[in-house]
């Protein structure tokens, strides 16, 4: 679910292009060696030969194919870098970078995190978690969430923007009461994943990091009208360095990139209650 509408905070919805707020087989290299006769290594068939040096030739041989084979299937390892012309758009590396996640939490909000680009990603990555969370709809814990989560001087703003947004007619037009609790024997769903970040922009004091998403919401209830679906997403998240944390000044979210639906069997309500609570968040690293 998402919060907003092109002038700032409005209308809430799951997902709206650009709307400021926010609510919520391992691949193998095969090597082809040159075309020719009997030989593998290409020309016609050779009489076998006896000296020493022709052991060396083909061993040589071996091992520029093993080696060939080995940077291949390598990829990026995540410590190598290209700062030729530093520019922070390109594709980032698919391997991990090796890095730890934060280790501590603010409200149970992970914060600390490194004052680096990576640490920017990281830090846009979990608040995207936080920001599409059943929890925003809590008053009570919303306040929590966006003094924690945002500079100082658009905390009172925001929070009443978001009072206004997650009003009691919205909470029940959802199936939550007043306190954003959902009925006995009903579990409101909305969690969010990040698949990836990518940083449009970064300085020492600034960044904007887009994060991409999928996630679950709705009702887990028999007879809900707005049963668990899944959906995805990009957040674009404008971070400052401020209180020794990265934090967000502002954010978008837009519909997309997703791919086809699975054909995957539906679960029933109980099986989705029991998944969020039986399964826990993580905290996210680049």
Same mark, same amino acid.
């Given at each position: 679910m998402s919060l907003g509408d092109e002038q700032g905070y409005g209308e809430p919805s799951r997902s709206g292009d650009d709307a400021y707020g926010g609510y919520a087989g391992t691949g193998q290299t095969r090597t082809r060696l040159p075309e020719g006769g009997g030989d593998p290594y290409g020309g016609a068939p050779r009489r076998p030969r006896s000296s020493s040096r022709s052991l060396v030739t083909v061993v !040589? =041989?071996? =091992?520029?194919?093993?080696?060939?084979i080995a940077f291949a299937n390598r990829g990026g390892n995540g410590n190598t870098t290209d700062d030729s012309d530093g520019d922070t758009t390109k594709t980032a590396p698919t391997a991990a970078s090796g890095e730890r996640p934060v280790t501590t939490k603010t409200g149970g909000i992970p @914060?600390?995190?490194?004052?680096d680009q990576q640490g920017a990603e990281s830090a846009a990555a979990n608040y995207s978690v936080v920001l599409v969370s059943a929890d925003i709809l809590k008053p009570a814990r919303r306040s929590a969430i966006v003094q924690q989560v945002f500079v100082a001087e658009k905390v009172d703003d925001l929070e009443? @923007?978001?009072n206004k947004a997650y009003d009691a007619n919205f909470l029940a037009d959802v199936g939550l009461d007043e &306190? !954003? &609790?959902?009925? @006995? !024997?009903? $579990?409101? =769903? @909305?969690? $969010? %994943?990040?698949v990836g970040t990518k940083a449009t922009s970064y300085s020492n004091s600034t960044a904007t990091?887009?994060?991409w998403c999928t996630g679950v919401f709705g009702m887990a209830s028999e007879d809900t009208t707005s049963p668990v679906t899944s959906d995805w997403? $990009? %957040?674009t998240l404008k971070l400052r360095w401020a209180d020794a944390d990265w934090k967000v000044e502002s954010f978008a979210q837009k519909e997309g990139p997703a791919p086809v639906n699975g054909d995957n069997k539906v679960s029933t309500a109980d099986e989705i209650s029991k998944a969020v609570e039986e399964y826990g968040g993580f905290s996210y690293a680049r």
């Open positions: !040589g =041989v071996v =091992v520029l194919l093993i080696a060939a @914060s600390g995190f490194a004052h009443a @923007s978001l &306190n !954003g &609790n959902a009925p @006995s !024997g009903s $579990t409101y =769903v @909305s969690r $969010t %994943m990040p990091i887009e994060v997403f $990009t %957040m």
